[in-house]
């Protein structure tokens, strides 16, 4: 089984390498990223400043292009009918499911990697990296520049596992409507809808955004919390509970998806 | 052919809510088998290969392919069936040899190395390169049938193999089909519409009606209950007719084009009704026995709506 799967995982990077779709949409979110430290350049005080704000315009970015990414995955197959190419060979349908839940969580974290490196990049370009002083009395250092690094890795791993549920929560539609244009507009409608009516205002109980039962509340805080940790604020602070519930809410909302995904599809029946 | 048999259905069925597509089908084929599918559009053919290939689930019955449960012993049975369901489909931003590279690590062992001769056999070892989306329906058709042979295997199903295809392609098709069976023994379940083609191809055959099986058997055996059929042309038709419709041991049939009757006489006594026919008056223009066509099998057997 595991091998089949890693076959079946290694088709699936082919074929999304070959395609136009995911290059197009990464490179239009590394353009925005750094559009956004070239326009912020000017009005932030320090590097991790501006590297923070092309975090929080194009992390939510990323997050729609892996909802439709992900509601490509069997839609798009169903569509041009390969699934009746594929499923009549010796595979078995939860492989072929488990193959496509890895690939979309290596994407995920791609294109997160290319979103905070491309953002790292052009922000040591423009503005370079120092440590955090005090407006007023600029000798003080609120954090030294070792600190922030370790605060960016910390907010940009924090972010990976809310992206993958994003991404499955695609998938899962993409088992259950057969139309690839479709399900791709009705993820990322759910998606939209899901992120704004959670959002019930900032500062709930904890620092996330919205209801914390949500996995979509998770997407952006830690992104906030470098925001404003680099400019010197200290309303946030990475708390243990806080960490864990933004691990383990999105973790188990992916899961929940790749689990509805497959047993929804290895059910169907294949008609197209 | 042996009479193993590598696929048989029993009793199978698929219901769509209240719609039947398919119920109580039994069918066997047999080891080193040609076998013809029969049957109209919306018989049930496809929904058939589909539950076969397990693309679909049965609602009734069962089918086995080499003795084995396709549903539990899946992977085992699949290694060694290749298919092609309906309109081939492929990845059209790869190649037709990605493609192919693609079902062959699916397919596992030497089916890598068996692709430039599965591109060859069906006339596209020159376009293997080419996107799929700049092929033509007749190619991508060569490229569907390449794939469901890339694993060599024991059984291969095609549904509607020939669609799409030039009168040179759907020879050689047939011929590449025919070279199968006899060299390798494979053995080919073959749904279709174009009957000359399964009658030239085909060796047994099921026909499939409203999701039932109506028919089947050997080809030369189904055809030879049509002995005795005789191909008439007589003037005046008129008075011929009634004078046949008057002789006890002759039956008119339906369905002869015009200026032409067809009747069923017995073989030893075509002299003896050509001589009363001509002792009546009438000018027979010919007389000659006929061996039904499939077609005409097909269409009298009262499976055409």
Same mark, same amino acid.
């Given at each position: ?18 395609? =136009?779709?995911? #290059?197009?949409?990464? +490179? *239009?979110? !590394?353009? $925005?990223?750094?559009?956004? @430290?070239?326009?912020? /350049? ?56 488990? =193959?496509?839940? #890895?690939?979309?969580? +290596? *994407?995920? !974290?791609? $294109?997160?990697?290319?979103? @905070?490196?491309?953002? /790292? ?152 | ?305």
């Amino acid at each position: 089984m595991i091998r089949r799967t890693l076959t079946l995982l290694a088709i699936e990077l082919g074929k999304l390498r070959r395609q =136009a779709f995911p #290059l197009v949409c990464l +490179l *239009a979110i !590394a353009a $925005v990223t750094v559009a956004t @430290a070239w326009f912020t /350049a000017r009005d932030c005080r320090n590097g991790f400043d501006s590297l923070a704000r092309c975090l929080q315009v194009a992390v939510p970015l990323a997050a729609i292009f892996l909802v439709a990414l992900g509601a490509l995955q069997f839609s798009s197959e169903a569509s041009l009918g390969v699934l009746r190419l594929i499923l009549p060979k010796p595979i078995h349908r939860g492989e072929w499911v488990l =193959a496509k839940a #890895l690939c979309l969580c +290596l *994407a995920a !974290a791609l $294109v997160l990697a290319v979103v @905070a490196g491309v953002g /790292a990049g052009a922000v040591q370009l423009l503005h370079g990296f120092a440590e955090i002083r005090d407006a007023t009395f600029t000798d003080h250092v609120h954090r030294t520049r070792e600190a922030m690094v370790q605060d960016f890795a910390i907010g940009v791993g924090l972010v990976l596992l809310p992206l993958v549920a994003a991404a499955l929560f695609g998938f899962v539609v993409s088992t259950v409507i057969e139309n690839s244009g479709v399900a791709v507009a009705v993820a990322t409608v759910l998606y939209l809808v899901l992120t704004a009516a959670v959002s019930v205002g900032l500062h709930q109980a904890g620092p996330y955004h919205g209801v914390p039962a949500v996995f979509t509340s998770f997407l952006t805080w830690p992104i906030d919390a470098i925001d404003q940790f680099s400019r010197g604020v200290y309303t946030y602070k990475w708390k243990r509970p806080d960490i864990l519930l933004s691990l383990v809410v999105p973790a188990a909302y992916a899961a929940a998806f790749a689990t509805g995904a497959w047993v929804w599809f290895r059910r169907k029946d294949v008609l197209v | 052919m042996s009479a193993e048999p590598v696929l048989q259905t029993h009793a199978l069925g698929k219901r769509f809510g209240r719609f039947e597509a398919v119920r109580d089908l039994s069918l066997t084929v047999n080891r080193g088998d040609v076998y013809g599918f029969l049957g109209l559009n919306g018989a049930g053919k496809t929904t058939t290969i589909r539950m076969l290939l397990g693309l679909i689930r049965p609602t009734a019955g069962s089918a086995a392919l080499f003795g084995l449960d396709p549903v539990r012993r899946r992977l085992e049975v699949l290694r060694r069936v290749g298919a092609l369901v309906e309109v081939p489909a492929f990845y059209p931003y790869l190649s037709g040899r990605q493609n192919l590279e693609i079902i062959a690590r699916l397919l596992g062992g030497d089916a890598r190395g068996r692709i430039p001769t599965a591109l060859e056999q069906v006339g596209l070892g020159d376009r293997g390169a080419t996107k799929v989306r700049a092929y033509s329906q007749g190619m991508r058709q060569r490229l569907g049938i390449a794939q469901a042979l890339l694993g060599d295997p024991e059984l291969v199903i095609l549904d509607e193999p020939v669609n799409g295809l030039d009168p040179q392609g759907i020879l050689e098709i047939r011929e590449l089909i025919q070279r199968r069976q006899r060299e390798r023994g494979t053995t080919f379940f073959l749904s279709s519409h174009l009957l000359y083609e399964v009658e030239l191809s085909c060796n047994r055959i099921g026909i499939i009606c409203d999701g039932t099986l109506v028919e089947e058997g050997s080809v030369a055996e189904l055809l030879g209950r049509t002995e005795g059929a005789v191909r008439l042309r007589a003037a005046p038709e008129a008075r011929a007719r009634e004078f046949l419709g008057a002789v006890g041991w002759v039956r008119l049939v339906d369905g002869a084009p015009p200026g032409t009757l067809h009747v069923q006489a017995p073989p030893g006594r075509l002299a003896e009704l050509n001589r009363k026919m001509v002792e009546a008056g009438l000018d027979v223009a010919e007389l000659a026995p006929q061996r039904m066509t499939l077609e005409e099998y097909f269409l009298g057997r009262g499976v055409a709506k």
